[in-house]
C-alpha cells in the first residue's frame, strides 16, 4: 500500500479528476493543462480521496481540492524530489540551486532522511520556471532525531549559510514543526502543524 | 506581494516590544511595539494577494477579545487564519508574561 505523505507530489490526469467546495477559479484549468500535480496538503479528505494543493503561476495562487487516490498516475516522495536531477532547473545560475548543490551531498553522507518541498520542489519535478532570487530552500525532515536547541541553531546556521533562507519543517508523523521556531522559542510556543489544525507546543518533539 | 494596513481603536496599552513566530512557509512574524499613538496600527506585508477582508475578520475578532494598542508589524508566508490567530494569541500571552 502506498504511503502518501504531506508535501508529496502526485501526478493526475487533468482538472476533471479534482473534486472542491465552492468554485473554481479560472487559472486552475491553466494551472494543471501546464502541469497536471498536486502537492499533497496537511488536512482531512473524504474516504478515498487526497487533500491536494495547486499551485498557480504568480505565489498568492494557491487552490485546495481532493484528489481520488485512484486518479493518481505518478507520486513523487519529497525525498525523491530532493535527488532529482537538473535538467528541469531553468536559471541553473540562481543561488537556491547552488546553495542545494552544497547542502545535498552533506544530507546524504549523514543519511539524513529529508526532501524538498515549496517552489524548487515543483520545478524541479514540471519544468516550470518557479524560483526565483528570492526563494526559500524548504527542507523536510523525517525521521529527525530530537535535537538540542543549540545544535538545531548550529545547523540552521550551517544551512543558511549559502545564501538563499532555509527552512526545515521537522516531521512527527503527519504533524510537523519549523526547526526555526524551535530554536528561538523552545520552552514558550512553538507552533505544530498537525490533520486537526495547528497548536502550540512546549515541547514540539515528543507530541 | 502585498502591504496592508489596519487601524483598530483599542485600549489596552502595550509596554513592552515583543516577537513571535518565524519565517517559515504557512507561518508569520508577528512583531508588536509599544505606540505613542491612540490608535493600533498595522502594517502587514504578505506573499498572498487578495486576502485583506480575511485578514480584516482575523484582525477584528481578535482585537473584540485583546483589545492592545500597540503597533504590529507582520511578516506573512502564507498562514491560514488559523494559524494568524495562533500567533497573535500568542503575542497577546507574551507580553502577559513579560508584565
Not at chain 1, 473524504?46 to 498516475?73: C, D, E, H, W
Request: contains cysteine; hydrophobic residues 40%; negative net charge.
Amino acid at each position: 500500500m502506498v504511503t502518501y505523505n504531506v508535501h508529496d507530489l502526485v501526478f493526475f490526469s487533468d482538472v476533471t479528476d479534482l473534486t472542491y467546495a465552492g468554485s473554481c477559479p479560472d487559472w486552475v484549468a491553466t494551472a494543471v493543462m501546464r502541469a497536471p500535480v498536486g502537492v499533497i496538503r496537511r488536512g482531512q479528505a473524504p474516504a478515498g480521496m487526497l487533500p491536494i494543493g495547486i499551485r498557480g503561476s504568480n505565489k498568492s495562487q494557491r487552490f485546495g481540492a481532493y484528489l481520488p487516490v485512484t486518479a493518481v498516475t505518478d507520486h513523487l516522495t519529497s525525498q525523491e524530489i530532493r535527488h532529482f536531477g537538473r535538467s528541469n532547473r531553468q536559471d541553473k545560475m540562481l543561488p537556491i540551486w547552488q546553495a542545494l548543490d552544497q547542502i545535498n551531498p552533506y544530507l546524504d553522507t549523514h543519511q539524513y532522511d529529508w526532501g524538498l518541498s515549496g517552489s524548487a520542489a515543483y520545478e524541479l519535478v514540471t519544468g516550470i520556471p518557479t524560483v526565483n532570487q528570492n526563494s526559500d530552500l524548504d527542507f523536510i525532515a523525517f525521521n529527525q532525531e530530537q535535537l538540542t536547541p543549540p545544535k538545531a541553531q548550529h545547523l540552521l546556521d550551517w544551512l543558511n549559510s549559502f545564501g538563499p533562507h532555509a527552512d526545515v519543517q521537522i516531521m512527527r508523523g503527519q504533524a510537523g514543526f519549523s526547526l526555526e521556531d524551535y530554536c528561538y522559542h523552545h520552552g514558550q510556543g512553538v507552533l505544530v502543524k498537525s490533520l486537526q489544525g495547528p497548536y502550540l507546543s512546549a515541547d514540539p518533539w515528543n507530541e | 506581494m502585498e502591504k496592508l494596513t489596519f487601524e483598530f481603536k483599542n485600549s489596552q496599552k502595550v509596554t513592552k516590544a515583543v516577537h513571535v513566530g518565524v519565517v517559515a512557509s504557512g507561518d508569520l512574524e508577528v512583531l508588536v511595539y509599544p505606540t505613542d499613538k491612540q490608535v493600533t496600527s498595522l502594517e502587514i506585508t504578505t506573499g498572498s494577494d487578495g486576502f485583506k477582508e480575511v485578514w480584516g475578520n482575523v484582525l477584528q475578532r481578535f482585537f473584540d477579545r485583546y483589545p492592545l494598542l500597540a503597533d504590529f508589524k507582520i511578516n506573512d508566508f502564507g498562514a491560514t487564519p488559523g494559524v494568524v490567530n495562533l500567533r497573535l494569541t500568542q503575542a497577546m500571552e507574551a507580553l502577559k508574561d513579560e508584565e
